[in-house]
């Protein structure tokens, strides 16, 4: 489904240039389940970057379904990403001003759905990830695990091949982490979901099928 071909990423900086990847390849199959795992400043978070879209590398490619994702125009790529992919954050960045299933809808309208068709999509993935009877509220008033569900539920929406998710467990309890770990292993099973997870955690990381380790922006091992 996806092949990235010796990806690199620098940055210049008034101490000289920063590679922060460092031409990294891995082949991903399509319902594949991978954890990107290492320390912080590793490249892990770039990585998933570049893995998205939401940056573009110094060089190197992401193949998609056998086209090179930085091929397209701005214009092209955003409507490729809203379309294709979806995003899980640490901090769910959720809009506070507005409900859970405003801000579910939000993918949908961008890609203009009309507002009776994204009310419907919205509606039906927070039922499915539990919190059908919390639609009317506001991030403030729901709990850090609902709030992250909110968030899975706002990646899924337009119903994407590909989930990213960078430390999706990071800023929740033990017992809170468990629940969202099941849910996404439903939801990959359900969906047919290719998923793509940052983590620190080795409990997560386990769970998934694949373990790719990154030191210093090289890819060290897979297991």
């Known amino acids: 489904m996806i092949t990235v ?126 919190l059908g009877h919390r639609l009317d509220h506001k991030p403030g008033q729901l709990s850090g695990g609902e709030q992250q569900r909110v968030a899975i539920a706002r990646s899924l929406v337009m119903s994407p091949r590909l989930l990213l998710a960078d430390e999706p467990t990071g800023n929740l309890d033990s017992a809170t982490s468990d629940e969202i770990l099941a849910l996404l292993d439903r939801l990959h099973e359900e969906r047919d979901l290719t998923m793509v997870v940052v983590t620190h955690s080795e409990k997560v990381a386990t769970h998934m099928d694949l373990i790719v380790r990154m030191v210093d922006g090289r890819m060290q091992g897979k297991g």
């Open 5 to 130: 071909d010796s990806l690199s990423k620098s940055f210049i900086t008034d101490r000289g240039v920063i590679e922060v990847l460092k031409e990294v390849s891995l082949n991903i199959s399509a319902g594949a389940r991978i954890a990107i795992v290492g320390a912080s400043g590793a490249g892990k978070t770039t990585f998933m970057h570049l893995l998205g879209g939401l940056d573009r590398p110094t060089s190197g490619s992401v193949t998609f379904a056998g086209k090179d994702i930085f091929s397209y125009s701005v214009s092209e790529l955003d409507a490729f990403r809203n379309r294709s992919i979806g995003f899980v954050f640490q901090f769910h960045q959720l809009l506070p001003e507005f409900t859970a299933l405003e801000n579910v809808m939000m993918p949908a309208l961008i890609a203009r759905d009309s507002v009776q068709e994204a009310r419907k999509k919205a509606g039906d993935i927070l039922a499915a990830v539990g």
